[in-house]
């Protein structure tokens, strides 16, 4: 009994690769009902918005604020119509909002998906104990969400 | 006055037996605007999914594991996305999962119908008791469907 | 700024006169974008189909017990997915059922309307207090709702 | 495993006859760990307790609102607090609100104990059905509660 | 990664100048899948409502209350169905309902965007303290709302 | 049947005459389990708290956001654990947190007091129609608690 | 930093043997500040309650409805006042309303713990996944509570 | 008007510093009624809690499974009792368990307090902005808190 509805589902966190495309295209090949969103992946963009918009702030502290609540226009709205949320720790950096957007995303109720390389798997512990599934690449995910949406296991 | 919007019911339950066919084309004879969904019916593929995509566990208890949350990924999107919830009990096996997803969308409010033979009404009380609906039946749960989509009681 | 969205409006109450046709022609005249749903209008359905679908009872409370709760089935499914609920009150009949339905529409906190004649007024105070709009006629209702969904006052 | 926490039982519904009164003596006796509320039963000053308070009204249906509004002050209050809620339905009157208070509890999911006599039991179907019990005299409600509290059923 | 949705856009606030159009256009121009919404913005009309279709009232507050209810009922309808409330404060009125309708999208957790002039800054610091954007032109709005929806910075 | 539980009631608005103690010596007087909380009082403090905390701003503008968001901490959670909320409106300010505090609480569903003088009226009509009482003194506010909470209308 | 709060716990399930008195001890004897809840758990009281109180039903499906449906108020009750919930399955018997119970707290957002011996690892393996802890002896789920509510392992 | 009721503090995050311990005494100090809660601050026991109570697991990434779990036992039941949860992220560590306790709380809308240094300003940006204070030191949280509760700027 294959559902028809479209999935919504919400990638979160590192923005340095092309791990969201890589998804949708495994999905796409699978001819999937998946509309993916995501947060704003251009790095400067996502530091900048507040003060390219709303006025320049002299103090870092305020432009960073500025930027990151324009961001969270947009991925709260976006989390909270996802059906399922992904989010995904890569090698670098410090990577704070994507373990904030799954513990949000954990007090929805939210179906929620860790994707992480093992080297980070006892850091994210708490973060993995969370979640319905912890992947180590794309692929994987895409084939996770075949199976949750088709309820069928490929080949 | 009636209804044209389409109603989502989720087909819990036991997934041995064709009654969720035999609903859905009962349905599609009284052109219902209703639409299915279940969990996975496959039973080898809802056992061994968890490893089949995300790989080995030694453990029985971990293989186990990993795919009861994968076929939960699928099953709570569907349950939460259910205007009305049935949940079939069958005569063999312990079928716990069709009692956790009874209480899991009696908690919800979901309209319940629960479905199954004479044999288990003592066994199944008090998730009977939770329901909206106790049919013996797939024909009458169509029928129930019918009534309830339609307004109408048929002939 | 008229809103294009379809508005999901709930029709409560009496059913043994047009009041519900009344104002869903009024609204088509109007090209209202304004979807109705109503609880089962069939008196005699409404209180047989429970031993109809599933079964005679010997004891009437049962018999009433099975078909009042396959009726719950469409009306509270029905109640959620609506925007706004209007509740009327006819001259006969004890109509608690509609009182329990503007309860429980209030509890949910969808805007109510409630349509009664003036004889009613003192011994409806309460549901009235829990009301957006009290109207006495369905051409009322049909002008409210006109109002609240184009947001334009007519002529 | 006797629970010992207070349960807050909201006694809504009919205000003529002592019906609150025995069974708050009956639970008394049983020594059960039970608290009662009640909305005001002093129709008068039920009736009039808005004007009282905010002043005159000369147009009586808004004298019934003001009352109507600083009573609902009262109910929603304690029905919210409230662990159980019993709804009685007496011999007169239209009592429409206390069907709405069974309709607002069933939709908030509290516990739902309804009370009348045989007569009104075709006419009240709608709301029974979504009570965990219907009981026919005070009494019963004392047993019932005295039964949920302490998990023991009186010799 | 294009969010195709469309975004439902409620616009709150002062109705004397023509900043909802100005806002609109601006989408428009960019092509943005945004639905906007809106409070009835003829001044007449909202004062009006109550008693041109229910009837008049002698007394001041009851007209005015009888109105304020029926623009409710489009008010809340349209703010619960929003992703993202914009609330405008112009230069005159008091404008108490604008910011009764920022409360009321706060306490809804709905992403809020105030637009201001600087004059009300210190006045409207604990409403602007609720809010993920402050921006002082229409224009700045549509750039945020284009920003949110297409998770790019223009030009 | 007085109810002995505490009433928690949040006292929101005005802050430049002693209205609260008003209230709060008139419940005293009747012995009411009342108790009252509120916002910060002091004017100076409720605009300077932030900087004085956390470090000065040099922009006024982000002045008032810290001192906004640290009374926000007090205002949210009093609000949120009041079984009641009055609002008064006073004779002069833009008063905007005293409506946003009003669209919060009644978000909530917090039955919702206002209290103001008779020239509001109309400015004030969208807020007064979310509320259950319209005060225009103390006194009024303070014998409508009476009234809540015992049940009983004062000789 | 330790928790002096008393925590809820409801203990569901299997009544036929004496674990909730084991962990009760255990809990006990580390004076910790836990309070147990329970259902009723005297099986012939559970199955009877319904007509000994409100009256026989000559039909047995109807006999155990009203028993379930009094069960009912002091599970839902006592469940949705509990912070943790453990659920037992033991050897014998089909106890669909544990697994009911289990889904019921998840659904609810409960913490939950499932009790059960190895043998019914895979039947339960979709319980166990929406499970904190499954444990499978009273003596961990003592452990496990004392390490919740103390924050300190045991030596 | 000083609140009497005592405000629960969820300290959460950094656990290799004293932090906590001098909030609570700077608290204490000012007599504040204020209950502190956090989650296990021994990092070892934290690790080992799973194995040590449920029995040990040769794979490390269920080892870190099981313990992670029972941590979430304790810190989602004492992180939903709180009033005010504070985040504190220290000098080392990825402290990925603090940031998705951060977007937990968020998203229940508990009002947050996020405690760092200021090097941490920009990765922590998207956290910062979901929160109501942002402190540089545990001095700086106390006297929040003791603004918050009582009303008062200190001296």
Redesign the interface.
């Known amino acids: ?1 294959t ?3 479209t ?2 589902v919400y ?1 979160s966190g590192e923005i340095h690769t092309d791990w ?1 495309e890589t998804i ?1 295209a495994a999905c796409a090949a699978r001819k999937l009902p998946v ?8 790095h400067e ?1 996502s530091d ?3 003060v ?3 006025g320049a ?1 002299p ?4 432009h ?15 989390l909270e ?1 996802a ?2 949320v992904v989010v995904r ?1 890569g090698e670098k ?17 939210k ?1 929620l ?1 860790i994707l992480h390389g093992p080297d ?11 979640a ?4 180590e690449t794309p692929e ?1 995910v895409a ?2 969400l075949a ?3 088709t ?3 490929d080949g």
Chains 1, 2, 3, 4, 5, 6, 7, 8 share one sequence.
């Not at 103090?59 to 305020?62: A, I």
């Open positions: 009994m559902s028809t509805t999935w919504n990638l969201r949708a509309a993916f969103s995501a947060p704003v992946t251009d963009a900048d918005c507040g390219a918009i709303l702030e103090n870092k502290f305020w960073d604020r500025k930027g990151a609540q324009l961001n969270a226009i947009r991925t709260r709205t976006l119509k059906d399922v720790f950096y410090r990577q704070w909002n994507a373990a904030f957007d799954a513990g949000y995303a954990a007090a929805l109720g179906p998906i980070h798997a006892h850091a994210l512990k708490e973060v993995d104990a969370a319905l599934a912890v992947a994987q084939a996770l199976y949750a949406v309820g069928r296991l």
